[in-house]
Structures are given as structure tokens and as C-alpha cells.
Nanobody, 125 residues
Framework: QVQLVESGGGLVQAGGSLRLSCAVSGRSFSSLTIGWFRQAPGNEREFVTAIRWSDSFPTYADSVKGRFTISRDNSKNTVYLQMNNLKAEDTALYYC??????????????????WGPGTQVTVSS
């Protein structure tokens, strides 16, 4: 079993930055691909970014490319999401998710077996 806990959400003005953290426990962290997804009220959950277990290769949604950066610290069992130049449309509940040995289609939420409770990000315009 894998447990994930997000932190770092909050209220920020447009153009500002936040760093989210996803702390992972319960299983070999190095074998897990970690993804970030978000869901705004009235919208479906959407892929944001993910980092592959095997080589830490990142994948980003087009809407966040150049603004968001995902990274992982295997020594701390933690994945980070640095979000810069935030926009009002980034407002959502952000979830991290984990999948064992996932190497492709990292943007598909059904491939992730474990999910955190989420952290709210609100960007005021």
C-alpha cells in the first residue's frame, strides 16, 4: 500500500508562485511514477505533469509547459511541483498520484493506483 500526502497549496495572486509537495510512504519510492492532476469545480480531473520512475523524465500538459516544473527527491520520498507565473485558470484542487513502474501514457489517470487527498490552489486575478 502507498500513502500520499500533498502540501503547499494556498491563495496567491496571478503571476505569483507556489511549490507543492507530495510526500510518499509505504512502498519503494524509486519504483513509483508520480503524477499531478487537478480538478476545478464543474470540470473533470485533468493531467498536469508526471515524473517517470525509471529515469525521472518529466511530462507536462501543454497548459503548464514553461511555467511548472516537477522534480523528485528519492532520498526524501517526495515529489515537488514548482508553479510559476500562476494564472486564474490554474485554480483547482491538486492531487498527486502514484503508479508502480508506469513508463508510458503518464497522462492517463486510470493508470494510477494511489491518490492523495489533494491540496487547494487558488489564484486571484
Amino acid at each position: 500500500q502507498v500513502q500520499l500526502v500533498e502540501s503547499g497549496g494556498g491563495l496567491v495572486q496571478a503571476g505569483g508562485s507556489l511549490r507543492l509537495s507530495c510526500a510518499v510512504s509505504g512502498r519503494s519510492f524509486s519504483s513509483l511514477t508520480i503524477g499531478w492532476f487537478r480538478q476545478a469545480p464543474g470540470n473533470e480531473r485533468e493531467f498536469v505533469t508526471a515524473i517517470r520512475w525509471s529515469d525521472s523524465f518529466p511530462t507536462y500538459a501543454d497548459s503548464v509547459k514553461g511555467r511548472f516544473t516537477i522534480s523528485r527527491d528519492n532520498s526524501k520520498n517526495t515529489v515537488y511541483l514548482q508553479m510559476n507565473n500562476l494564472k486564474a485558470e490554474d485554480t483547482a484542487l491538486y492531487y498527486c498520484a502514484a503508479a508502480s513502474f508506469l513508463g508510458s501514457k503518464l497522462y492517463t489517470d486510470s493508470k494510477y493506483q494511489y491518490w492523495g487527498p489533494g491540496t487547494q490552489v487558488t489564484v486571484s486575478s
